[in-house]
């Protein structure tokens, strides 16, 4: 149990200058023992920081950093951070270069994901605030005021300590603030006072609150499960709403995470007075509260998501329904289930807070393999006159923790604040009248202005809330139109360079890049000739479409770029030359249902972690569409229809831009005509798309020119197998040395094998490698053909003599025998 020094003073006489290790002491005085002291050994620069942008940046392990740009009070920070839980707009702690983290980390300018890293921005266990390493620490809080710049060590108390004693299970009443304090106070002889003594008013039970009834009818040896059950009902709070610092700050310092203000009132008072206490939607229960063993069958649904079979001896909170049926709520001292739990909807509260026996909740906890802080402390034994006085807290707390929300926060606005976001050099006197005609309070505090806005006026939270109301009431036409200069900023991540290196490379190859709604028909999967089996035909269904014609999401880009050719058909366009790059929408197997987010709240990590479990792979690809004429006819030559190696080669051409290679061989894949379509794949052998032309079938169906030809590649693994940098081709001012090879292969074998074979083989030195003839017929025999390639060889430094050149030529010839290829006899 860990006991912040700060709350100890509060409660004893402990005066400032006693050190954490005398406070140890003492309490070994009185038979505890010392676990440790813990204190944030931090140094250095530690401030405040405003995070202005957070880009995500996916990386090739599978992790997601965020490039950020940090206002830390002097500058602007660039900051790679790995937290989930970062974004734009978030006060957040920054450790600058120069400060020392526990542990003896040195902060330091690093080199990192692609970026210099000038600083860290920190969760609680790295600044030694507790265990969350969940993600970073968030200072938008209640009862916090803080600006880009400020010692965060002061502010958030780095310098406190903290003494931790380890609770023998017969000293269970030290499970709490309130018993080490009084402990504390037995050692040195002080005084202490009690968090929840006499003089806290309990009021009389009554009919008006939510009825209860206590029906253990199988105690264990012969001890009732709960001897007592105080229920209190609080309502219109919100339940979800973020708790004030002060109380955040305690449950970091007893090694907590803040979650919520209802769990975290909860919480705090357990850990203040050792009482366990359990809230629960008071709007789902069906009716009266009853405690009883679990009857033969019953299961229930844990908070940690685990569905348990219930146990005869196991004792159960549970509603009952006018219609007599009965649901189970929770494990008694142990844990609630779902059915009840509080949620960001909730504004109604049942607060329970009992006295349950130390054996039903120890044989429970390990009957269900569940250990909890409530159910450690149940198992040593609670107070047995503290539930009521615990409850009266938590109501306290609740309600004035409440009022301390929903009263308005101020907002500290640097004044010139509106004169640099707007342009206009508003003077002092229209800044102040114009927030005053809004309903806001405004104190001018130096540089800044302190801003408490208005009860009816939820919607003012920031500065630049504050500017707008500015900018609306002294008048939009008094804005100057001005184009600003344009920042210097950090530039494209690398996957945006190459996604549009891949279109300009598209848009040189004569292609125009098009944009269509990723809408679709169920019909269209039958258009396209896609078989019965075929995973694109599992498409996503949208609730509200724009059209009911069209609910499905796309799975393929030609699914919606077949329209865009049609629309452009249809205008007189004969000759067309397209490309898009977007997402489809693949789901694989069946995904979580995704409840409705709070409004008005940031999501918890587990709602986000709900809503991005249940959202499908959404790859980028890129699509081709050629039709007509690819070389339109003139005084220069009679022209060239489109055929299927222009869609080969469009896809080549964009691939050659991202520096990778693509391996060439037929295939029979729909909507592609199963004569005319080539697979494309990876060096490594991955698939990176199709190309070639279109079945007749789908192209008669879709009402296409003859012979359209398509191409679509996925656009994510390209640029996943680009290399970090693609090497300028070498001038070499040396002669080139010919060799033309005729090779006999069986009709499987690609030449795209060949020519990798042959190119494996002939090193450095081999230039290029070019098909130029195929043959079929008797000489090669049945089932075979011949291939003739040229080999181009050439040095860098020297010309290559007869002799060298011979070398490479059968280096390569004995590379693409491996591949099953032969020297064709002359």
């Known amino acids: 149990m860990r006991a912040p020094l700060r709350w100890l003073r509060e409660h004893t006489d402990l005066s400032a200058d006693v050190s954490a290790e005398q406070v140890a002491a003492a309490l070994v005085r009185v038979g505890l023992e010392e676990e440790g002291l813990h204190r944030a050994d931090v140094t250095g620069p530690i401030v405040v920081g405003q995070v202005l942008s957070a880009l995500p940046e996916p990386q090739k392990n599978g992790k997601t950093i965020s490039w950020c740009q940090v206002d830390v009070g002097t500058e602007v920070k660039g900051i790679v951070c790995g937290a989930p839980n970062v974004a734009a707009g978030h006060q957040v702690v920054v450790a600058l270069a120069g400060a020392v983290l526990p542990g003896g980390f040195e902060i330091a ?77 037995l050692s040195t002889g002080g005084s202490f006072t009690d968090p929840v003594g006499p003089d806290l008013a309990v009021p009389a039970p009554d009919d008006a609150g939510h009825p209860v009834r206590l029906a253990d009818e199988a105690p264990v040896r012969g001890r009732q499960g709960c001897d007592r059950y105080v229920a209190r009902s609080v309502r219109g709070v919100d339940a979800s709403a973020t708790s004030p610092y002060w109380m955040q700050r305690v449950l970091q310092q007893c090694g907590m995470r803040p979650i919520s203000l209802a769990v975290d009132v909860t919480n705090y008072v357990m850990l203040a007075t050792g ?44 509603d009952e329904a006018p219609d007599g049926t009965s649901r189970v709520l929770a494990i008694a001292g142990v844990m609630g289930g779902a059915s009840s739990e509080v949620t960001p909807a909730t504004t109604n509260l049942l607060v329970e807070s009992a006295h349950f026996d130390a054996v039903t909740v120890a044989r429970s906890a390990r009957r269900h393999k569940l250990s909890t802080e409530a159910g450690r402390r149940y198992e040593r034994g609670v107070d047995t006159d503290l539930a009521d006085r615990a409850a009266e807290l938590a109501v306290r707390l609740l309600v004035d923790v409440g009022d301390e929300r929903v009263a308005a926060q101020p907002i500290r606005m640097a004044a010139d604040l509106p004169a640099r976001l707007v342009g206009v050099d508003y003077t002092d006197a229209q800044v102040d009248d114009a927030l005053r005609a809004v309903g806001c309070d405004v104190v001018r505090d130096g540089a800044e202005l302190v801003v408490t806005a208005a009860s009816w006026r939820p919607d003012l939270v920031e500065g630049a809330d504050l500017v707008e109301e500015v900018a609306r009431v002294v008048g939009y036409d008094t804005i100057g139109s001005v184009l600003p200069v344009a920042p210097s900023g950090r530039g494209l991540t690398r996957g945006q360079h190459l996604r549009r290196s891949a279109a300009r490379a598209l848009a040189e190859h004569g292609l125009v890049e098009v944009l269509s709604y990723p809408f679709v028909a169920p019909s269209r999967h039958d258009d396209l000739g896609l078989p019965v089996d075929d995973p694109r035909r599992t498409a996503l269904r949208l609730v509200n479409p724009i059209s009911d014609e069209q609910p499905l999401l796309r799975t393929s880009l030609l699914a919606t770029l077949v329209d865009v050719a049609r629309r452009n058909l249809s205008r007189g366009v004969r000759d067309l030359a397209l490309f898009e790059i977007g997402r489809v929408y693949r789901p694989a197997g069946d995904l979580a249902a995704v409840a409705a987010l709070p409004r008005a709240v940031r999501p918890s990590d587990a709602e986000l972690a709900a809503l991005e479990a249940g959202v499908p792979p959404q790859p980028r690809r890129v699509a081709v569409l050629l039709a007509g004429q690819r070389e339109r006819a003139g005084w220069w030559g009679p022209g060239r229809a489109v055929d299927w190696t222009d869609a080969v080669g469009a896809a080549q051409a964009l691939a050659q831009a991202l520096g990778v290679r693509l391996g060439v061989e037929a295939d029979d894949h729909a909507p592609w005509h199963p004569g005319r379509c080539a697979r494309l794949t990876l060096p490594d052998g991955t698939l990176a ?119 490479v030529r059968e280096a390569a010839l004995a590379s693409a025998a491996e591949v099953g290829a032969v020297l064709r006899a002359t």
Do not use: K, W
């Open 689 to 807: 798309g199709h190309a070639g032309e279109l079945h007749p079938r789908v192209v008669a169906t879709l009402e296409l020119p003859a012979r359209t030809c398509v191409a679509e590649l996925d656009l994510d693994a390209l640029v996943a197998a680009a290399p970090a940098q693609v090497p300028a081709a070498s001038l070499s001012t040396h002669p080139v040395a010919l060799r033309d090879v005729a090779l006999v292969v069986d009709d499987a074998v690609p030449a795209v094998r060949v020519e990798a074979a042959l190119r494996d083989g002939g090193g450095p030195l081999l230039e290029s490698v070019r098909l130029f003839d195929e043959y079929v017929g008797e000489q090669v025999g049945a089932g075979r053909r011949s291939l003739a390639y040229r080999l181009t060889l050439r040095a860098d430094d020297r010309t290559l003599t007869g002799d060298e050149a011979e070398a």
């Open 109 to 185: 300018a690093r080199r990192t994901y692609g970026h210099v890293s000038d600083g860290m921005i920190c969760s609680a266990r790295e600044l030694g605030l507790g265990e969350d390493h969940e993600g970073i620490i968030v200072l938008a809080r209640p009862g916090l005021v803080a600006r880009p710049g400020d010692d965060a060590a002061e502010l958030l108390g780095l310098g406190e300590a903290t003494v931790e004693v380890n609770v023998t299970p017969d000293r269970g009443y030290c499970f709490s603030l309130r018993g080490i304090a009084r402990e504390y106070a």
């Open 275 to 318: 009482q366990p206490l359990h809230a629960f939607d008071l709007d789902r229960l069906a009716g009266p509260v009853v405690v009883r063993r679990a009857r033969d069958g019953e299961r229930l649904t844990t908070l940690d998501g685990v569905d348990r079979a219930l146990h005869a001896e196991d004792l159960l909170i549970t």
